[in-house]
């Protein structure tokens, strides 16, 4: 906050809101051959509905499934139809995968991907050869019910994804398309943004967006600069002064000389500021291609010794291959490939109703981890508007006399300071008086009449100039605090002082208390200036402060946050915070806020509700927990089947046919998605 606005220069004042965009970042989707978003996801959706239709031929054509139903639906050269159907499925649904486990065996980092390709392709593989002479039985039915329910796990989990948005480049939109260029005659002509050039003069008329960095060189006016630097309150300019593009001037016209434009301005340089940062973001891996790597290397060993086995213990050819495929297909468990999808998609649903919007899956998951969160102060910690804090009457009057004759002059401004006295009059119930004569006083204050009495709303400097006199210590110490504070006169005698701040949110009080608890650290980083910086801590309880600092060092503090070893969230609501948002482990976005800075947040609190964070810590670590129990419900599956699959019971007499393995898993898919419905906020 400038101190300048202890001015309180009320003038009629238009402002305009303006929707900027920013980037999410999209990094939370790891598996390897995917492309854009939006196509991918329309594509998965595509080869999921023809695979499934496909499905229901091939299963009814399988003499394995017909001989587990009971029924014999056979009939001549159904085979080569039930082989062209397959090879449909395996080529066109199963492309995905394919190409995908070729992109993990390049990296040499096998994960979900390959583990599906190794299964359909074997099973595709042998079933051909059972179907051209080969004896054994094949397994069309198990490639095409495993590419369908990987397709639907992939669809799933992607579409409960938000994608990646073109919002970034869109930042700039933030800035007029046109400015009113002023020619050698001072006359004003609208031209096209892209044509301003350094040193060129414009005119900025209130209400409006200043279009370009510069300097003023004529007018005076108070610019509202929230969006960009974090500053709470509109702060005063005058002749001499810089003016950021994309702050808006509330009142007085301007004349402005250009200094930056294009990617020299400062709008710009946050837009680089968050494309690099998201850039250097890394890639947290999914806790299920973790585990699909695992049972890829147990498919291949596992595969080779049961082949090995049954051919050492005197077995033909054919019977070694049929254990061996039956082994590696049943390894790639089909509620390996729901597991994780599912626990998101109904965290996802879960969030949602919260008002906690997840952007970036693998961020949220993190949230477990967090050490520390560091929050913004306007509009997340506060409201980002101002409130009377502290009424100071002289000995004839009281409080509420004080707060009634300030709001009745004030209800005919639109300055923020008054905004704030008349909501503060109103919210007691105080009667609105009738006020006449009303006048601004430029740069002092204002004036008017209610009934008899003239009323005066006025500045430190207009008291000082007429010599009043007024208790210096307690304006010192309000002033202490950050806080601004206006006189009332009466007739022109002191009636008092009225100190206005920020309004700090009750939820920002409980959730930092609620984190403290848990053991996080709250740290306030904000544009605005220490003293209103250190009074909006001290009402939170927050020990951790960081003030005046500018976008660019915001990402920079975040960094060091980060050196310590702590995984950090970012709290923010302003284009100033976007590069820490997408610096920060964890970038979460109050949704009251600047589009730009939900585009670039993992996370969007849409109620505006500091106490969310705090939920949205419980559900990544309820979430993760239902994940790693799926998890283990998937692949303890294979704990049973695998060894059964290979013949370990064999000399008992009791093997276990393809058949019997899709009933175990039919079984683990089902307990997984009953296990992901159980999932609870």
């Known amino acids: 906050m400038n101190n300048k606005n202890s001015h309180h220069n009320h003038e009629q004042q238009a402002s305009e809101h303006e929707h900027d965009k920013g980037k999410a970042n999209h990094s939370n989707h790891n598996h390897d051959g995917h492309g854009g978003h939006g196509d991918i996801v329309a594509d998965f959706k595509k080869r999921f509905y023809i695979s499934m239709i496909l499905t229901i031929p091939i299963l009814a054509l399988s003499p394995m499934i017909q001989n587990f139903l009971g029924v014999d639906w056979r009939f001549d050269n159904d085979l080569y139809i039930l082989f062209v159907l397959s090879t449909i499925v395996f080529f066109y649904g199963g492309w995905p995968f394919l190409t995908g486990g070729i992109q993990e065996l390049k990296k040499k980092n096998p994960g979900m991907m390959t583990l599906i390709a190794l299964a359909i392709t074997i099973a595709y593989g042998y079933s051909t050869m059972v179907v051209f ?9 198990e490639l095409a019910t495993l590419v369908v329910i990987m397709l639907l796990g992939h669809w799933i989990e992607m579409r409960s994804i938000m994608g990646a948005s073109n919002a970034l480049e869109e930042l700039i939109q933030l800035m007029p ?182 952007r970036n899956r693998a961020g949220f998951e993190d949230a477990r981890h967090l050490n520390a969160v560091v929050f913004d102060k306007t509009g997340t910690l506060t409201k980002g508007e101002f409130g009377v804090t502290d009424i100071m009457p002289s000995r004839y009057y009281t409080e509420e006399d004080v707060l009634q004759l300030a709001a009745a002059i004030e209800q005919n401004s639109e300055h923020p300071i008054a905004t704030g006295i008349v909501n503060s009059a109103m919210g007691q119930g105080l009667e609105q008086k009738r006020v006449t004569d009303f006048e601004s006083i430029t740069g002092k204050g204002i004036q008017g009449r209610v009934g008899d009495l003239k009323i005066n709303v006025v500045s430190p400097r207009y008291v000082n100039e007429n010599n009043l006199n007024f208790d210096e210590q307690q304006f010192n110490e309000l002033s202490e605090e950050g806080k601004t504070v206006v006189f009332i006169l009466v007739d022109d005698e002191l009636a008092g002082m009225i100190a206005l701040a920020d309004i ?106 500091p106490n969310d964070v705090v939920a949205l810590i419980d559900l990544s670590k309820k979430t993760y927990r239902k994940m790693v129990q799926n998890l283990w419900w998937a692949t303890g599956y294979n704990i049973f089947a695998i060894p059964l699959a290979a013949g370990v019971l064999a000399p008992w007499g009791i093997v276990i046919s393809p058949a019997i393995g899709a009933v175990f898993m039919s079984l683990s898919t089902i307990i997984v998605a009953i296990n992901a419905k159980l999932l609870r906020a």
């Open 133 to 141: 002479g080969w004896d054994g039985n094949q397994l069309f039915w």
């Open 177 to 358: 398309n046109e400015a009113h260029k002023l020619d050698e005659n001072n006359n004003a002509h609208d031209v096209p943004l892209a044509e301003i050039q350094n040193n060129d003069r414009l005119l900025v008329k209130p209400g409006e967006k200043v279009p370009v960095d510069g300097l003023i060189i004529e007018g005076k006016s108070t610019i509202d600069e929230s969006l960009l630097t974090g500053e709470s309150h509109p702060v005063e300019k005058e002749e001499g002064d810089q003016v950021i593009g994309g702050s808006v001037n509330n009142e007085g016209s301007l004349i402005v000389e250009v200094e930056k434009t294009g990617e020299a301005s400062y709008l710009s340089q946050v837009v680089k500021l968050v494309k690099e940062a998201q850039e250097s973001k890394s890639r947290t891996q999914d806790l299920t291609n973790r585990a699909a790597k695992w049972l890829f290397y147990l498919a291949i060993v596992a595969g080779l010794v049961t082949f090995s086995t049954w051919i050492l213990i005197g077995y033909t050819v054919d019977v070694a291959v049929e254990r061996m495929v039956t082994v590696m297909v049943i390894t790639c468990p089909h509620a390996l490939g729901l597991a994780a999808p599912l626990v998101v998609a109904v965290s996802t649903s879960i969030s949602a109703k919260k008002g906690l919007l997840i």
């Open 504 to 609: 700090v949110r009750e939820t920002a009080k409980e959730a930092v208390s609620a984190l403290k608890a848990q053991g996080i650290n709250s740290i306030m980083l904000t544009g605005d200036n220490q003293k209103v910086a250190d009074w909006v801590a001290k009402q939170l309880g927050i020990d951790e402060v960081y003030a005046e600092v500018l976008p660019d060092d915001k990402a920079t503090q975040i960094k060091k946050i980060k050196d310590k070893g702590w995984k950090v969230a970012m709290t923010g609501d302003g284009v100033n915070d976007a590069p820490a948002l997408a610096t920060a482990d964890l970038g979460i976005a109050i949704g009251a806020g600047t589009d730009v800075a939900m585009e670039t947040a993992d996370v969007v609190l849409v109620k505006s509700n």
